[in-house]
C-alpha cells in the first residue's frame, strides 16, 4: 500500500504542479521545431509509428499512458518473431537514448498530470507486485521525466540503489532539490554522460528484491 500519510512540504504542496505546468507547456512551443526534425528523422531511420507508448503505473499506482520516441526498429527474423533489443537498437536510437531526446514526448504527460519533471522513473505495471513495502511508496508522488536515481547511475546501477535513492528522493522534496536534480539531467545529457548504460540498451528486468 502506498502511505498517503508521507510528509508533503509546501513547495510538493503549492508550488511544484504549477510549476510543471508553465515549464512543460512553454517546452512543448519553443522545443516545436525539434520535435518536427525528430519525428521525421525517427520516421525515415527507424520506422513508423514515430512515438512509442506504454502503459506505466503513476500517483498512487494509477495506471497511464507514457509517450516516448522510438528507438529501435521493428526488424524480424525468419519467423516473424522480433529480433533481440540489442539487434534492433541502432546507432541513431542509442544516440536518442544517450542524449535522452526519446524522453522529449513526455512532456505532454507532464503537461496533462501524469508526470512532473522530477520524480522516480514510471516503469512498467508487472513490477508493482514485486515491490516492497518500502518501494511501494515512490508512487505516493508523481513520476518524473528524471529523478535521484537517473544522475546517478541510471541502468548503470542495481535496482535496489535505484529504489533506495527514489526513497532518498521522496522523503522530502524540495525546489534546491529538484533544480539540482533538473540541472544536473540536461548536463549530463548534453555530455552524453551517467545518465545511462555503456551500451544504452533496456535495464534487466526487476525480478523483485531479496528481503
Known sequence: MVNKDRKITL????????QDIVISAGALIVL????????????????????????????NEKLFR???????????DGNGNLLSDS?????????????????LPELWNILKGEMSFVGPRPLLPEYLTRYNEAQQQRHSVRPGLT????ISGRNAISW?????????????ITFMKDTIIFFTTIYKAARRKGVSSKTNETSETFKGSVE
Open 32 to 59: 516545436s521545431p525539434l520535435f518536427l526534425v525528430l519525428a521525421l528523422s525517427v520516421g525515415r531511420k527507424l520506422g513508423r509509428p514515430v512515438v512509442f507508448s506504454q502503459m506505466r503505473p503513476g500517483l
Open 87 to 103: 539487434l534492433r537498437l541502432t546507432k541513431f536510437g542509442r544516440f536518442l537514448r544517450s542524449t535522452s531526446m526519446d524522453e
Open 147 to 150: 529523478g535521484l536515481a537517473q
Open 11 to 18: 513547495y510538493e504542496r503549492y508550488i511544484k504542479r504549477p
Open 66 to 76: 507514457i509517450y516516448k520516441f522510438r528507438t529501435m526498429t521493428n526488424e524480424k
Open 160 to 172: 535496489e540503489s535505484k529504489f533506495n535513492l527514489d526513497l532518498e528522493y521522496i522523503e522530502k
